[in-house]
Structures are given as structure tokens and as C-alpha cells.
């Protein structure tokens, strides 16, 4: 039997684990360990790669997109508009702030926010548009933009699982007042623990981000605001530092690993394969299928007895979850609920091999034959 994971860091901890070991024996040498140089460098790398003046490192993706959220403004009574097909923590950031998150429905083509819709929710109180840059494929920033600057809002993008994707030439995340990502071990680009990034154009936004992450103060003993402590820890700096330098490599194996899917798997009717919109740059941190027939929980256990893992992302959309049986239990969002009921990530990472994309091909194959 096969034992093929959703996800396996070991091919690119065996490529870099001594550049990994000598970076982190300099940091200790160094005796720096909170915002020293690797988190200052790091800083700088990314926000050249993405193409932005500032980058501010935090503690995880989730604390991105709360001190994002209170740097461009948001307030306790506010609306943010934002997706209920989406990790939690997408949503858990508006609610700790005090605003609160206005769902709407999404495009089932790639599951990302149905600009259509977003344009119905707006009231008095919206003050911002949070899109989600599901599974890798960039949401429709053009479209955002216009309803933003007709309604005078302002855009947080969650890039979680979208570093280095782009649109024609310009990657997410740069699009909006704010981009957050995630480092979390199985992005795109992942530490090996927790950490994430605010990235803007706005001075202001960046200083008081800067603030935010260290209890809301420029120093130790000048607080001008209540805030976190939310710092990128300096070794996930380092790891960082050098996976960078990969991250266009292995995005683009990524892209070949899902053409190879899709090869695969097009003539399977029962299957609907995952589209890269035109003009945009799918990065594939997630390769998900629609079973368009009532068996999708048959073909993950299906998988799984022959060793396969899959996933299901998300069994339950924003608005079905325990948290808000009593907030949304009257709301319904179609889209969302029937992706939720047809969605499969299959097997994917840079090095996963032909051969073990075979496996699991061949056994989506068989399992519909």
C-alpha cells in the first residue's frame, strides 16, 4: 500500500538543512533574538520581492491580519466584508477587533469572493473589503478596487496561502491598503513554526503596525497603544531568509505538479478540475477537485485505506460553524455550502514525484471506474 501525505517538507529540508543549521548556529552566536538582523533583512528581501515599500514581520498569519485591520483604521461597530469559505482565522481577526465580518457568497469557479455580490452588503458601517486568495489563485483585485474607491473602503488581503502568486505582473497582497501572509509549515512559503507579514505602501499604516507588535509602543517604555506581542521570532527569520530564494522555483513546481493532475485526471467526468482565471498566476498551495457526485467522503476514505491523505478544506463554511450557530443561523450562502460539500485537496508540494502523482491518479481512476 501506498503512504503518500497531503504535504511532506522532507525534499527541501534534505536540499537546504545545512544552510538552515549554519543560519540558525549564526543567530545564536549572535545573541540576537527578537527583531534583530534576520528579521530586519527579511524585511527587506520580501518587500522587494513583492514590490512594496514596508514589511512588518509578526507573530503568525491571524496576528497579520489584526494589527492590519487596526492599522488601516477598523474599529469595534464596523463591517468588514469578507468570505464565509475560509480558515476561521480569516474572520476571528474582525471579531477580536470588534468589528464585525458581513459574509458573502463566493464564485464556485474558484472559490474565491463573488465580487457580485460584495457590492449588496455594503452599509453605513462598512469600512473595509477582506478577499481571501483561496487555495493559490488570486481573488478579482480589479473589480474589489472599483467597489473600494466608489464606496471609499478600505482592502485587507489575506495572502495565506498565495505567496508569489500574481496578477499579470503584480503579486497579491500589493493590491490593497494591506496584504497579510502566513508562514505556518505547510505554505508556500513556510517556516518551521509560526510567523507572519503586513505588507503596505501606507507609512503610516507600517509604523503603526510596527507599534502594535510590541505592546504599541516605538520603545519598550513608550506605549501609545494597547497592542500584542506579536514579533517574527528571529530564527523562523533566518529559515526564511534563505526558503525566499526558492519560493519562484518551487511555485513554479507547484504549477507543473497541477498541469500534471489535470492531465491525469481531465477525462474523469465525475470531477471538476481546478481553473487558473486569465490574467492570474495559481500558485497551487492546495490542488482541489470538485466530486461532483454525492461521494466525496467515499473517495477521501477511498484514498485513505490505499494510503492516500487528501483533505477536505472547508467541511464547513464560516457560517455553519459552532461559533456562530445563533449570528448567521438564518443566513445561507449556496455556493459556499455546495463547495463544502464537493471539495478535495489532493496530495501536493514542489517535490512530490511523478510517480506518486501517478498512485494517486490511478486511484481517483479506478475508484470511478
Request: glycine content about 6%.
Amino acid at each position: 500500500m501506498s503512504n503518500i501525505p497531503i504535504f511532506d517538507l522532507k525534499g527541501e529540508i534534505e536540499l537546504l538543512k545545512s544552510d538552515f543549521l549554519t543560519s540558525i548556529s549564526n543567530v545564536l552566536d549572535s545573541g540576537k533574538f527578537i527583531l534583530g538582523d534576520e528579521v530586519q533583512r527579511f524585511e527587506q528581501q520580501v518587500a522587494e520581492y513583492l514590490g512594496v515599500k514596508y514589511a512588518v514581520g509578526v507573530n503568525s498569519g491571524t496576528d497579520a491580519l489584526i494589527i492590519a485591520l487596526r492599522a488601516i483604521g477598523v474599529k469595534k461597530g464596523d463591517e468588514v466584508i469578507t468570505t464565509p469559505f475560509t480558515f476561521f482565522a480569516t474572520v476571528e481577526a474582525i471579531e477580536l477587533i470588534g468589528a464585525t465580518p458581513i459574509l458573502v457568497d463566493i464564485d464556485i469557479n474558484d472559490f474565491n469572493i463573488d465580487v457580485v455580490e460584495i457590492e449588496k452588503s455594503i452599509t453605513a458601517k462598512t469600512t473595509a473589503i477582506l478577499p481571501v486568495h483561496i487555495f493559490g489563485h488570486p481573488a478579482n483585485m480589479d473589480e474589489i478596487i472599483a467597489i473600494a474607491n466608489k464606496y471609499n473602503l478600505k482592502i485587507v488581503e489575506d495572502v495565506a496561502q498565495a505567496f508569489g502568486a500574481k496578477i499579470a505582473e503584480r503579486k497579491v497582497g500589493t493590491f490593497g491598503n494591506v496584504g497579510c501572509f502566513s508562514f505556518f509549515p505547510t505554505k508556500n512559503l513556510g517556516a518551521y513554526g509560526d510567523g507572519g507579514l503586513i505588507v503596505t505602501n501606507e507609512f503610516e499604516v507600517a509604523e503603526v503596525a510596527k507599534k502594535l507588535r510590541v505592546h504599541g509602543g516605538k520603545d519598550k517604555y513608550s506605549n501609545e497603544l494597547f497592542g500584542y506581542n506579536s514579533r517574527l521570532d528571529e530564527i523562523q527569520a533566518a529559515i526564511l531568509n534563505i526558503k525566499l530564494k526558492y519560493l519562484d522555483e518551487w511555485n513554479s513546481k507547484r504549477k507543473n505538479v497541477a498541469d500534471l493532475y489535470c492531465k491525469k485526471l481531465k477525462d474523469i467526468s465525475s470531477i471538476k478540475l481546478p481553473i487558473e482565471k486569465a490574467n492570474c498566476n495559481h500558485v497551487y498551495h492546495q490542488f482541489t477537485i470538485r466530486v461532483l457526485e454525492e461521494n466525496r467522503d467515499d473517495l477521501y476514505q477511498y484514498l485513505l485505506d490505499n494510503g492516500v491523505q487528501s483533505m477536505i478544506y472547508y467541511s464547513k463554511p464560516i457560517h455553519k460553524l459552532p461559533v456562530y450557530n445563533e449570528l448567521y443561523s438564518n443566513l445561507s450562502f449556496p455556493v459556499s455550502e455546495l463547495a463544502s460539500k464537493q471539495v478535495l485537496s489532493l496530495p501536493i508540494w514542489p517535490h512530490i514525484t511523478e510517480s506518486q502523482i501517478e498512485i494517486v491518479c490511478g486511484l481517483i481512476k479506478k475508484y470511478f471506474s
